[in-house]
């Protein structure tokens, strides 16, 4: 059974950073290709980031610059590093995986980007 768990989310200032955590489990970690997408209030779901197997990201435009998305498949595990934070940043943000032609979810953790 595949499982993404986020965590790291919370209320932050602008300007301010956050890490957000995804760990996964019950596919093979290290060849998966793993991304993060985010839904703001009234927004579709959209692509932030995206790492492959071998390392290689992509990013929004709206997030160049400020984020960095990493793994460690030590322990399964993917990284979202948000510096820079900003108001338009607030959403909903979701772990993915593609694993088998299926696509997987994580629950979302909300982050909040407020003074």
């Known amino acids: 059974q595949v499982q993404l768990g986020e965590s790291g989310g919370g209320l932050v200032q602008p300007g301010g950073s956050l890490r957000l955590s995804c760990v996964a489990s019950?596919?093979?970690?290290?060849?998966?290709?793993m991304g993060w997408y985010r839904q703001g209030p009234g927004k579709q779901r959209e692509l932030v980031a995206s790492?492959?197997?071998?390392?290689?990201?992509t990013y929004a435009d709206s997030v160049k610059g400020r984020f960095t998305l990493s793994r460690d498949n030590a322990k399964n595990t993917v990284y979202l590093q948000m510096n820079s934070l900003k108001p338009e940043d607030t959403a909903v943000y979701y772990c993915?995986?593609?694993?088998?032609?299926?696509?997987?979810w994580g629950q979302g953790t909300q982050v909040t980007v407020s003074s």
């Open positions: 019950g596919i093979s970690f290290s060849i998966a290709g």
């Open positions: 790492i492959t197997s071998g390392t290689t990201t």
């Open positions: 993915y995986t593609s694993w088998l032609r299926r696509a997987y």
